[in-house]
């Protein structure tokens, strides 16, 4: 008996103490609640070494202010200044040099690129934030602008971390892009900081949704092109996350599923090809790569075999 009273007990005290946390929580504000995610989600590497250079591919490794820190930036043009142009928002636990392939892959195909680190990222200064991400986001469109000034195509790419900054800044991009890529994206930080445990499920009330994409693209007057790449073996984000992007955007779009391909596909060797294929085609004429059986719906659950994934080995091991 005085086991089973002692055990209600320790339930009522764990009860009472859910509700003064509730309590706390909507007392505190939702702001110090973000502040507090904000202090753990971010996980920022220090600086690589490898830049598009060693890969053969030149490039200008630059910087350039956001607010009052310093991005670090690399800019990898191409000889035709009429060239498309590619701005890459990337994920997190990443910095430049995890790109510099992804670069020199780019500057193969006739694409100039564009990848910058977020605060706190790489060797660019400061602490990162959403406030300070979104900074950091019209900053670097604007640097991209600059450098890119006769490209007959500029598109921006989310990947990860980077989609949710860039669907939080695309309406306000000037010029506006030509179209916008979202890979391995999902719809609601919200909805990942309880599925990744971060925030529990029945405190997530008290989370701001700052990062919700898929509000954002059912926004009025932002309907730009949009391309979505999701591998159908993410294990980071569910791929049911890019059909709901898909069902939410307004504008012209359209939902390319890699079959087996996992959540850092961009950046893995043997699944690279596959994923980059259909982005360098919507990156120079505003179409993705047409695959077998994907006409219909463009939100269609119509899988792409990486057919092409195994011709992206090269001997340096890099895709």
Same mark, same amino acid.
């Given at each position: 008996?005085?086991?089973g009273v002692?055990?209600?007990?320790?339930l009522v005290?764990?009860?009472?103490a859910?509700?003064l946390?509730?309590?706390?929580?909507?007392?505190?504000g939702p702001?110090?609640?973000l502040?507090? /995610?904000? =202090?753990d989600?971010?996980v920022?590497?220090?600086?690589?070494?490898l830049t598009?250079?060693?890969?053969?591919?030149?490039s200008?490794?630059?910087?350039f202010?956001? !607010?009052?820190?310093?991005?670090r930036a690399? +800019?990898?043009?191409?000889? %035709?200044?009429?060239a498309?142009?590619?701005?890459?928002?990337?994920?997190?636990?990443e910095?430049l *040099?995890?790109w510099?392939?992804v670069?020199?892959?780019?500057h193969?195909? !006739? /694409?100039?690129?564009?990848?910058?680190d977020?605060?706190?990222y790489g060797?660019?200064s400061?602490?990162? !934030?959403?406030?300070?991400?979104?900074? @950091?986001?019209?900053?670097?469109y604007?640097? +991209?602008?600059?450098?890119t #000034?006769?490209?007959?195509r500029?598109v921006?790419?989310g990947?990860?971390?980077?989609s949710?900054?860039?669907?939080?800044?695309a309406?306000?991009?000037?010029?506006?892009?030509d !179209?916008?890529?979202?890979?391995?994206?999902?719809?609601?930080?919200r909805?990942?900081?309880?599925?990744?445990?971060?925030?529990?499920?029945?405190?997530?009330?008290?989370l701001? %949704?700052v990062?919700?994409g898929?509000?954002?693209?059912?926004?009025p007057g932002?309907?730009l092109?949009l391309?979505i790449?999701?591998?159908? $073996?993410?294990?980071?984000?569910p791929v049911e996350?890019?059909f =709901?992007l898909?069902?939410a955007a $307004?504008?012209?779009?359209?939902?390319v599923?890699? @079959?087996?391909?996992s959540? @850092?596909?961009?950046?893995?060797? $043997?699944?690279a090809? &596959?994923f980059?294929?259909?982005? /360098?085609?919507?990156v120079?004429?505003?179409?993705s790569? #047409? &695959?077998a059986?994907?006409?219909g719906?463009?939100?269609r659950r119509?899988?792409?075999? #990486?057919?092409?994934?195994?011709? *992206?080995?090269?001997s340096?091991?890099?895709?």
């Amino acid at each position: 008996m005085k086991s089973g009273v002692a055990r209600m007990g320790r339930l009522v005290a764990a009860a009472v103490a859910a509700a003064l946390l509730v309590v706390l929580l909507a007392a505190a504000g939702p702001s110090l609640l973000l502040a507090w /995610i904000e =202090r753990d989600a971010f996980v920022t590497p220090p600086p690589g070494t490898l830049t598009p250079d060693a890969l053969g591919a030149p490039s200008r490794q630059l910087s350039f202010a956001s !607010g009052d820190r310093t991005l670090r930036a690399s +800019f990898v043009p191409v000889a %035709d200044p009429r060239a498309p142009a590619l701005l890459v928002f990337h994920g997190n636990d990443e910095e430049l *040099s995890r790109w510099a392939a992804v670069q020199q892959r780019l500057h193969t195909a !006739g /694409i100039a690129s564009f990848v910058f680190d977020y605060s706190g990222y790489g060797a660019s200064s400061g602490r990162p !934030g959403v406030a300070r991400l979104r900074q @950091d986001g019209l900053a670097a469109y604007q640097r +991209f602008v600059a450098l890119t #000034p006769q490209a007959a195509r500029r598109v921006a790419l989310g990947f990860s971390l980077g989609s949710a900054v860039l669907l939080d800044v695309a309406g306000a991009l000037r010029p506006a892009p030509d !179209g916008i890529v979202v890979g391995a994206g999902f719809a609601s930080a919200r909805e990942m900081a309880v599925a990744t445990g971060v925030v529990p499920g029945w405190a997530a009330w008290a989370l701001p %949704d700052v990062w919700n994409g898929e509000a954002r693209l059912r926004e009025p007057g932002k309907a730009l092109p949009l391309l979505i790449v999701h591998g159908t $073996r993410d294990e980071v984000v569910p791929v049911e996350h890019a059909f =709901r992007l898909c069902e939410a955007a $307004r504008g012209p779009r359209r939902l390319v599923l890699l @079959d087996g391909l996992s959540h @850092d596909a961009p950046l893995l060797l $043997r699944e690279a090809e &596959a994923f980059w294929q259909p982005v /360098i085609g919507f990156v120079r004429s505003g179409a993705s790569v #047409p &695959a077998a059986g994907s006409q219909g719906s463009a939100c269609r659950r119509r899988t792409v075999p #990486p057919a092409s994934a195994s011709a *992206s080995a090269s001997s340096e091991g890099r895709p």
